[in-house]
């Protein structure tokens, strides 16, 4: 089923609708959350509350909604308000001061294709949350720029520069050291 049939199903109310776009979509939305809270539990919840909201406002999409953007988004939107909640969260406190300590060194550092991952790792953590998003969603989750525009609440220019300014950011991460 393509993406206009399971939306004029869900606006239909056909429960297979929402199979076929559980079926379709939450493997990436899963990655996203779990990227975005970095716990698989966490993001079990977000993926399960992001399809009780299409079950329930599944009837209301346009005709014309592209339903990979509108799940991302309600992912995103879940995903930031879990961040506002935990921030004092005691583990988050732990996980961010782990963080905060360098990073020893591992086996596979000691290899050029370890070491060029672990650069490109640093390079998404230093980058503005803004960037990072887009660089996740157009290149991770394989949403074209106007849908992630549309995920990210932004016009599909700003999601472009945005997209250019991280591909810009990890190509120079990538960069032989002199």
Request: cysteine-free; overall charge positive.
């Amino acid at each position: 089923m393509d993406d206009a049939a399971i939306v004029a199903g869900l606006r239909a109310g056909d429960p297979e609708a929402l199979g076929f776009a559980f079926q379709k979509f939450r493997r990436p939305i899963r990655s996203y959350a779990a990227r975005g809270t970095g716990s698989m539990a966490v993001a079990d919840e977000i993926l399960q509350e992001t399809f009780l909201r299409l079950a329930r406002h599944g009837r209301d999409l346009r005709p014309d909604s592209k339903i990979a953007a509108w799940l991302f988004a309600v992912a995103r939107n879940l995903v930031r308000s879990h961040r506002r909640w935990s921030w004092l969260d005691g583990d988050r406190l732990a996980a961010l001061a782990k963080r905060a300590v360098a990073r020893p060194a591992r086996p596979d550092e000691l290899h050029e294709a370890g070491d060029a991952l672990n650069r490109m790792a640093d390079a998404l953590d230093a980058m503005p949350t803004s960037e990072r998003e887009a660089a996740w969603l157009s290149v991770v989750d394989g949403l074209d720029p106007a849908d992630a525009a549309a995920v990210l609440g932004v016009t599909p220019e700003a999601a472009r520069r945005r997209l250019s300014r991280a591909r810009a950011r990890l190509r120079d991460a990538l960069k032989e050291d002199p």
